[in-house]
């Protein structure tokens, strides 16, 4: 799968990277974490007495997104609608550090800023709680939001990223109005998808589902052999008239679909790359994120998977939201480089 020649070819993709301008469309939310340990068991209720030690935020969701591409060297641009409050100002804070466009936030006093707070102890999740008000967008939001992607497009965009958590953002007529506005000035739309939305994501340049998103989201029963996933990806490129499809399939890695001309035309396994999973949190972020980058490059869809694969089993191996890399993606290749040559 990674003998020395694609090393050669990828590794030659990514020192591309740097300066690609990507924008991500989509939920943004602040995860917050507290981490401690556990040595007895509350006298109050049968739940563990967690020792805090650590708490931090990072950016979430649509940000993660975002702080994957930064990391990886791309002018990255963000459009989402926060609260005005302190996650808020925090998530702000964040993304301009990391080097981030944060000029397509928009602040709706209305709501509030979607958090995600998880305890973890022993590397272990103890609990999360959520505070998302899912609200539907406002007319007036919905108007500001299209108007912030048409500035990033005319900045000179060359990947537009739908980062759909289900929150609200990418309700349906910000998807077909943003998509019209992509394909307008032939800019590829990429898309990690929610189930509920799944259709209206149609001829976009790549869809990146989960196994469980892709059956769902066709309102299909799942199923996880095989021969059922590549009946499915060949059902999903011939009715979303996607170019391409990528299909996240945890252990037994992912699995491409690709289409010519509207009909599917190829198909490639790829197994995980996986050394430990520690924690699959963001790691559809990290894999969105280098596939659209990927592409943008200059990558056939074969390799931008390829170097997504490798980056998703980079993040499986750290503990909670976590990007990836130039150097960390690259040292994973070329372990794996060194395997397959022995």
């Not at 409050?85 to 509030?112: F, N, Q, V």
């Not at 800019?187 to 994501?201: G, N």
């Not at 976009?204 to 799942?222: K, L, R, S, W």
């Not at 430990?276 to 490059?297: H, K, M, Q, R, Y």
Request: proline share 5%; aromatic share 6%; glycine share 10%.
């Amino acid at each position: 799968m990674m003998d020395s020649a694609t090393y050669g070819r990828i590794a030659a993709l990514v020192t591309n990277f740097s300066g690609r301008k990507i924008t991500v469309l989509g939920d943004l939310m602040l995860d917050r974490y507290i981490r401690g340990s556990v040595r007895r068991i509350s006298p109050e209720a049968p739940v563990p007495i967690v020792k805090v030690t650590e708490e931090f935020t990072v950016c979430g969701g649509a940000g993660n997104v975002a702080v994957n591409l930064a990391r990886l060297g791309a002018k990255t641009s963000i459009i989402s609608v926060t609260g005005k409050d302190g996650a808020a100002k925090k998530l702000s804070h964040e993304l301009r550090t990391i080097g981030a466009d944060a000029s397509g936030l928009i602040t709706a006093p209305e709501t509030a800023t979607i958090e995600k707070t998880r305890v973890i102890a022993e590397h272990q999740q103890v609990v999360r709680f959520d505070r998302d008000p899912l609200k539907p967008l406002s007319p007036g939001l919905e108007k500001r939001v299209l108007a912030a992607l048409v500035r990033q497009l005319k900045n000179g965009a060359e990947a537009v990223i739908f980062s759909d958590y289900g929150k609200g953002l990418l309700c349906p007529g910000v998807i077909t109005k943003a998509i019209g506005l992509c394909r307008a000035r032939r800019v590829p739309v990429f898309v990690d998808p929610k189930v509920e939305h799944f259709r209206l994501y149609k001829g976009v340049a790549c869809i990146t589902p989960n196994v469980m998103e892709a059956f769902g989201g066709m309102g299909m029963p799942q199923k996880y052999a095989t021969p059922e996933v590549e009946a499915l990806g060949k059902k999903i490129i011939s009715e979303l008239r996607c170019r391409s499809l990528l299909i996240t399939r945890g252990e037994h890695g992912m699995t491409l679909f690709t289409a010519h001309a509207c009909r599917p035309a190829g198909m490639l396994h790829i197994p995980t790359k996986a050394r430990e999973v520690f924690d699959v949190t963001g790691a559809g972020d990290t894999v969105i994120s280098l596939f659209a980058l990927a592409w943008a490059a200059g990558a056939s869809p074969e390799d931008a998977a390829l170097t997504a694969n490798f980056g998703a089993g980079v993040v499986v191996g750290k503990l909670g939201t976590a990007a990836v890399s130039k150097e960390e993606l690259l040292e994973s290749m070329r372990s794996w480089t060194k395997v397959v040559l022995k």
